[in-house]
Structure formats: C-alpha cells, structure tokens
C-alpha cells in the first residue's frame, strides 16, 4: 500500500468491489511501502511521554506509537503490528502477514491482538475497532475465522496494558521501527520481537532519513523471518543480517486454481503476451518493459510472427505499438486473473527488489514461459525451468521475448515443467512452530 493507500480514503473505497471478488491473485500483488516519502513526517500524536521516549519524536510518525503502553504481568498474547487493518488494505503482503500471526498465536495457544500503527483515518479508515474486526471475520482472510482475536487502534494504545511475556510481529518498516524505538526507549525486549520481512522496504524510498529508519530495523536485535530465499540471501550478502535458514518460507502458490488454467490451456498460432504493468510502483519497471515490447512488436513484425500482447495489474489506457495493440485488462479479480493465464504463452513480470514476485511463478505454473530481471545478489536463475531471467535492460529483455516467442511456436514450452517450492524456501507451516520455539514457549 502506497501513500494513496494509507491516506486516501477515496483510493481505499475503490478497491472495494475487487476485494468482495475474492484476492485478485498477481494482479493486486501490493505490498505496504509506507507512508509518503518526506523529512517533515513528524509525530505529534502522542503529547506527553516518557522522557525515554521523547528523543525520538519526529523521526517518523510511527516512532511514539507505543510510548504510552505499559508493560503489565497481563496474560501472553500475540501483538501482530500493521500500518492499518481494514478490508481495503488486506492484500498479499498483508495477508501473508494475518496469516503468520493466525498461526503463530494458535501455536503459542494465545489470542492474537492486530495493532494499528498508523493514527486516525489512515489507521482504520474510518472504523472502529469492532468495524475492522468484524470487517476481517466476514471476508475470513487466511484462516482468521471464529479464532480469537482483536483489533487495538493506536489511538487506543496510550495506557494500554501488555504483558512482559507478550510476542511482538513487526510487519512493515514502520511498525518495526516503532518496536525498534520502545525497545530503545526500555519499554520491550528485542528478543521477544519477530520481524516478518516480504522485501527490502528501504527501497521503497530514496536515500533519505526513511531510507535510514528502514535499513536500521534490519538491525534491532529481532528474530527475522523471511519471505523467500533470494530474499534472505540479498539481506545476508548486502545488509549483513543473519537470517536462520530454517525461518525462510516459500510465499503461497494457488496451485489447485494454476493446475487448472495449465489443464485449460490450448494451442495457438499465435503467441499470446502478457505484461505484468503497473506504472504507479517503481519496482516493477514499467518503462523499461514497455521499451522492451515496443522492441520486440517490431522484431517480430519483421519475421511474420503474429503477436498479441495484453496487460494487466493496474488501471489505465492500452497502449498502441507499432504492429499490434497491448488492450490494459486492468486488475483482474481472482477468476478473471486464472482464465488469463489459461490463454498466455509467455508473460513479463519485472522486479526491481530482491523479492522475486508471485507473477513470473504464475505464469510459469500455469504452462507459460516467463520473463523476469536479474538482480543483484538475489538469484533468480534457475528457480523454474519456464522462467527466464535476463538484465533490467529494454534491449535484452526485447531479445529475450523474440527468442521466447520462437521457441513458444516451435511448441518448446514445457506446461507440466517440474518445481519444487522448497528452492524459494519451506511452507509456512512448517516455519511457525520454529518461531515458537525461538520464543521459548512449548507448542506440542
């Protein structure tokens, strides 16, 4: 969720028909980046603090979100942290993120509490606690159901009591850094926080004191648990994080519904394109994609082959080559996303974070070959035999969609082509009672 995310109720509200369709698989992929990138973010939410605390106001909006908390020998729970909590922000970081915390609290047998880091508005979107509870129950994100769980606003955290023994998750930079601060500030101890970590969220912004809040939470003595293994290997080669492997997860694939699009794909003369394009987040790419397609429209133009190319993954116009039209689909509701790729021979998805992304796996399990970007001490290559991985580069990655458009014709693809999610990581299931156990509580 970007800043329009966060703040703009207007931007929340129309995602609501999609969401009532179901997760809108690849197509709605929105991880939390943040609040907008400024220095002038200041907190002034929080008037009277501790004197523990008070150094730190202004760093973010989120630095005093628990300055007001108190530590009491109140019964363990697990405190799950999120920017908001409502139908309109539970997308796939997020409910990896609902998910992890479902499971870690059943494992640990305590109620899970949702916190909200995020003041006012932009923290419930004008909901009450027991609006967003209830909100989560009806759409039953990642098992929620009838377990036992609350929703804490952070206006509701000044005098709030929480017990010594409590587990802490921090989801996105901002909650970490908001535990990172109250573990500054004596209020809790690092070794009783888990930071879910779905990408390198310094990214997300420019050099910048946010860049340098971000990158510092990799770093405040929590347990990471991460999404993916390029991902882990990007935080142990770069930013000097150890990360226990046995606590990197696979992210979920929907192989039932991808099986099923494989099963219900057809030959054609054509190649069918897919473009993962979604030009409002940097990390994907989307000019030098675009650079790439209008290169290869015209190569393949030039040796006769007949090139259908559609788009899909955000609003906006089609786009009109040279030789052909790329129609936009725009973001596709979770059947319609599945029927696309029954009827995609090849695709391109770009990412520019060490996360490798839903869409080149999508694709690749459902029959088709993908296309996808290198990046640097995150390997791509080799995670799946359809999927392709070249430089962030419109003439290289124009080279790499003409040579796979030719072999597509020559009937080269391999739709039943053998992977095991284990090279990106185990299941989460498997990592939870890990955690468990970090945390020094039994789980049998």
Request: proline residues 7%; without cysteine.
């Amino acid at each position: 969720m970007n800043a329009a995310y966060l703040f703009d109720r207007q931007a929340r509200m129309g995602l609501v028909n999609a969401l009532q369709h179901g997760d809108a698989g690849a197509a709605h992929e929105v991880r939390p980046e943040g609040p907008p990138v400024t220095d002038e973010l200041v907190d002034v939410t929080e008037p009277d603090v501790s004197p523990l605390f008070e150094p730190f106001r202004g760093l973010s909006s989120t630095s005093l979100a628990l300055s007001r908390s108190r530590i009491t020998q109140a019964t363990p729970s697990v405190n799950l942290l999120l920017p908001e909590v409502t139908p309109y922000s539970v997308f796939a970081g997020v409910k990896t993120a609902l998910q992890f915390g479902a499971e870690l609290a059943r494992s640990l047998s305590r109620p899970l509490r949702l916190i909200t880091t995020n003041s006012g508005d932009a923290g419930s979107g004008g909901h009450s606690a027991l609006d967003q509870e209830r909100y989560l129950r009806e759409y039953h994100f990642d098992g929620l159901g009838d377990e036992s769980f609350a929703v804490v606003r952070r206006e509701q955290l000044a005098g709030f009591a929480f017990g010594e023994e409590d587990a802490w998750i921090a989801t996105h930079w901002s909650t970490a850094h908001a535990l990172d601060v109250a573990v500054r500030a004596a209020l809790l101890d690092p070794r009783r926080v888990v930071y879910l970590i779905q990408d390198f969220e310094p990214g997300f912004n420019p050099w910048s004191t946010e860049y340098a809040l971000a990158l510092s939470t990799y770093h405040a003595g929590f347990v990471p648990v991460v999404n993916s293994t390029p991902l882990a290997h990007y935080l142990g080669q770069e930013v000097r994080v150890a990360v226990n492997p046995q606590l990197v997860f696979s992210p979920h694939f929907d192989i039932e519904q991808l099986d099923a699009a494989r099963r219900a794909r057809t030959e054609s003369n054509t190649v069918r394109f897919f473009f993962y394009g979604r030009p409002s987040k940097p990390r994907n790419l989307y000019s030098i994609g675009l650079a790439a397609i209008r290169l290869a429209d015209e190569r393949l133009a030039s040796r006769g082959v007949s090139f259908e190319p559609l788009m899909a993954g955000e609003a906006g116009e089609s786009v009109v080559l040279r030789h052909s039209v790329m129609q936009n689909k725009g973001a596709l509701s979770r059947s319609d996303y599945f029927a696309m790729l029954s009827s995609i021979d090849l695709g391109l998805s770009l990412q520019m974070s060490p996360h490798p992304s839903h869409p080149p796996f999508d694709l690749a399990l459902s029959g088709a070959r993908a296309i996808t970007n290198d990046f640097p001490s995150a390997p791509r290559q080799g995670l799946h035999p359809n999927i392709v991985t070249v430089d962030p580069d419109p003439t290289a990655i124009a080279n790499a969609i003409v040579r796979a458009a030719e072999r597509v014709l020559a009937g080269g693809n391999d739709p039943v082509a053998t992977f095991s999610p284990d090279v990106l990581g185990a299941p989460l299931s498997d990592v939870v009672p890990r955690v468990a156990n970090i945390l020094g509580k039994d789980t049998a």
